[in-house]
């Protein structure tokens, strides 16, 4: 009924549906236009001269419908299974091929692809490396002192964070907060008491992140990617979003695309967790190289400009 109706409305489509057979007599009643039981479809299609058969029998009817695939192929007529678990997994699905052998998949992943990997990674080693090697060097004196100077405590703020197929690791920022004992379980909000004048600034203008480019030549992280949740977070919205966890068949990154379309900060509410997870699985079901050119590109030119949700 559900292929009917999605049919029925196509109205660019073209279709033109005939009716329906089943082997259940109660559906009698219920079909739109009830033809009869399944081996009454062969003699039907050559009589109305059909071009398409939709079969939705469920997997337990082989001999059904190996008959009716046999027939079709043998009449030229198009033959479309509907499979069985659409019952459950209502969703696009991607079909792939090893050797001969069907599979399909929630979802396409380009950098499944060892070509695309490779070329994500070659690209993190060389930006990361120039990054560290010019701007980074000046920044660390400069930004270095100017902490030490607001507060004491370390240059560098170092916390764990979830990174691919939920490993830990060990991600570094400058640090922007007074030492404090909540820094594992609470996010920074507006106007947060425990950050200094310097960590203000930095982290408007992302420049507490810089740290994080040696993650990316470690290989925790990637420039580009979902943003790395505390492990609080993880272990919280882990429960509550059923796909928050597929954020994590990635690299985590310096910035991603969630963060230039929105979602950058505190997260105060569900929905917003929910859409900034949202971003992440397009991300990583849509990635290109060009696309993660131009998430670095608006960053930049947000960095300039100024977030307002950079707190």
Not at 261 to 287: A, F, H, P, S
């Amino acid at each position: 009924m559900e292929l009917y109706r999605a049919m029925r409305d196509d109205i660019s489509s073209g279709f033109n549906i005939l009716g329906f057979f089943d082997d259940n007599l109660v559906l009698k009643e219920v079909l739109p236009n009830y033809l009869g039981t399944t081996d009454k479809v062969e003699e039907y299609a050559i009589a109305k001269e059909i071009d398409e058969i939709y079969c939705t029998l469920p997997g337990t009817n082989d001999e059904k419908i190996l008959r009716m695939l046999n027939f079709a192929e043998k009449r030229m007529i198009r033959f479309y299974i509907v499979p069985e678990f659409y019952r459950n997994v209502k969703k696009s699905m991607v079909m792939e091929f090893m050797e001969s052998v069907p599979l399909l998949t929630i979802r396409k992943e380009p950098l499944q692809e060892i070509y695309n990997r490779a070329l994500k990674r070659l690209f993190d080693l060389v930006f990361s490396l120039v990054v560290l090697c010019t701007v980074f060097p000046v920044l660390y004196v400069v930004v270095g002192i100017l902490i030490k100077r607001s507060s004491p405590g370390p240059v560098f703020f170092k916390q764990k964070r979830t990174g691919l197929y939920g490993h830990d690791f060990e991600c570094y920022k400058f640090r922007t907060m007074r030492v404090n004992n909540q820094a594992d379980t609470m996010q920074a909000v507006k106007d947060d008491p425990r950050k200094t004048k310097i960590g203000d600034f930095l982290r408007r203008t992302n420049l507490d992140e810089f740290p994080q480019f040696i993650n990316v030549f470690k290989g925790d992280m990637s420039v580009v990617g979902p943003r790395p949740h505390m492990l609080k977070h993880t272990e919280q919205y882990s429960a509550l979003i059923d796909k928050y966890m597929v954020r994590h068949l990635v690299k985590p990154g310096v910035t991603g695309w969630a963060q230039v379309t929105g979602y950058r900060g505190e997260t105060k509410t569900l929905e917003q967790m929910e859409g900034r997870v949202k971003r992440d699985v397009w991300y990583i079901e849509n990635w290109t190289f060009l696309l993660d050119l131009k998430i670095i590109v608006v960053t930049l030119v947000n960095m300039f400009k100024g977030d307002k949700n950079a707190y």
